[in-house]
């Protein structure tokens, strides 16, 4: 009896297409540029993870980096001398990361005055773009205005961003809210009605949930803690509650594990700290939120009580692990809430902005400009 026959298994479209190709150099070209689409679609979608910190003096905020995979060479040049060696480029501060893309605070100076732009980049890619400022004026008695800008980026939703800026006048009255689409590449103006009852905490830093923007906030004449979604036009999306009386002070808000983060204190009367909680917004729908961990200052910093500018640096997106700063003796530590064990991982010079950087490798039509 004759041995059964191996089934032949049927050409996989990677394989045909191989076989093919070698005969038609314009079908391996068209080939290649499906694979590379296929493989850039893929990588898109992978979220972007920590893999350190930017920091430098208060003048610019950048310039070093701390590598958390314990490499010597950083993953990107921190001081970003693809952008700052060009001769359009005068003064960039840095403001924020999201995802990746980090935004910059260009000032440029003209014969009239001083001008004051955005630049989004990608350092992994060397792509970044110029986004004009709104050209809008302070309109206030005074002529005082403060902006805090915000970039918004989500990979897997969309390769475009976002830009959301507010304008303060004196009191930290908001005078003005802007959105950027890079689709557009316009800035739309938003009515402030919408914001008449909500003091926007800029100290704090914000995060990226839900593709939305949300930053912590006071509401009302008896100036009750909430965090507020922001929609695309700058407007309030949602208002979420916060329970101040039961967890303390909200000192940071961050995303990890598609849950929105936070960690806060109660304060004593002279507004110290012994101990600090971490806090996830378990049912966005519901606003239940649980209590993850609670930690002390002595076991973070080695000291008994800490404040607000011991501030929270980080959440890790994919580990229950959270970083911190402490502005009295330098550390950056990092504090594992499964093992409870807390790492110093270094010590920075002087009061240093440290922002998280999340490496992304795609390149994006949204950045039309390249080294």
Same mark, same amino acid.
Request: proline share 5%.
């Given at each position: 009896?004759?041995?059964?026959?191996?089934?032949?298994?049927?050409?996989?479209p990677t394989t045909s297409s191989w076989r093919s190709s070698r005969a038609s150099p314009s079908r391996r070209?068209?080939?290649?540029?499906?694979?590379? =689409?296929?493989?850039?679609e893929r990588l898109r979608k992978i979220p972007p993870t920590l893999q350190g910190f930017l920091y430098g003096p208060?003048?610019?905020?950048? =310039?070093?980096?701390?590598?958390?995979? =314990?490499?010597s060479v950083p993953p990107v040049d921190p001081s970003f001398a693809f952008l700052t060696k060009l001769p359009e480029i005068e003064r960039i501060i840095l403001m924020?990361?999201?995802n990746g893309l980090v935004l910059f605070l260009h000032s440029r100076r003209s014969e009239a005055h001083e001008r004051e732009d955005y630049i989004v980049c990608n350092p992994a890619t060397k792509e970044w773009v110029l986004v004009p400022g709104t050209g809008t004026q302070c309109d206030n008695e005074l002529n005082y205005s403060v902006t805090a800008g915000y970039l918004i980026f989500d990979p897997a939703v969309s390769s475009g961003f976002k830009l959301v800026q507010f304008m303060f006048g004196t009191n930290m009255t908001l005078l003005q809210v802007h959105t950027y689409s890079s689709e557009s590449r316009v800035w739309s103006g938003k009515s402030t009605e919408c914001w008449s009852d909500v003091s926007i905490q800029t100290w704090v830093f914000s995060a990226i949930v839900n593709g939305m923007l949300h930053l912590v906030a006071r509401? =009302?004449?008896?100036?009750?803690?909430?965090?507020?979604?922001?929609?695309?036009?700058g407007g309030k999306h949602r208002?979420?509650?916060?329970?101040?009386?039961?967890r303390g002070l909200l000192v940071q808000l961050g995303q990890s594990q598609g849950l929105l983060h936070c960690t806060s204190g109660h304060r004593d009367d002279l507004g110290y700290m012994t101990e600090l909680s971490i806090s996830a917004l378990e049912d966005y729908g519901t606003e239940q939120w649980i209590l993850k961990d609670s930690v002390s200052c002595l076991q973070l910093f080695g000291e008994v009580n800490c404040c607000i500018a011991d501030s929270t640096v980080a959440f890790h997106p994919d580990h229950n692990l959270v970083f911190f700063f402490h502005l009295w003796n330098r550390k950056l530590v990092s504090y594992d809430m499964d093992s409870k064990e807390v790492t110093t991982l270094c010590r920075l010079g002087g009061w240093i902005p440290i922002t998280p950087y999340f490496p992304y490798f795609v390149e994006s039509s949204a950045l039309v400009k390249s080294h």
């Open positions: 009896m004759a041995a059964p026959r191996e089934a032949r298994r049927p050409s996989s070209s068209s080939d290649s540029r499906a694979w590379f =689409g296929f493989i850039t208060t003048n610019k905020n950048y =310039g070093h980096f701390f590598n958390l995979l =314990g490499r924020g990361s999201c509401l =009302g004449s008896d100036y009750q803690v909430v965090i507020v979604a922001v929609d695309e036009e208002i979420i509650s916060w329970p101040e009386e039961e």
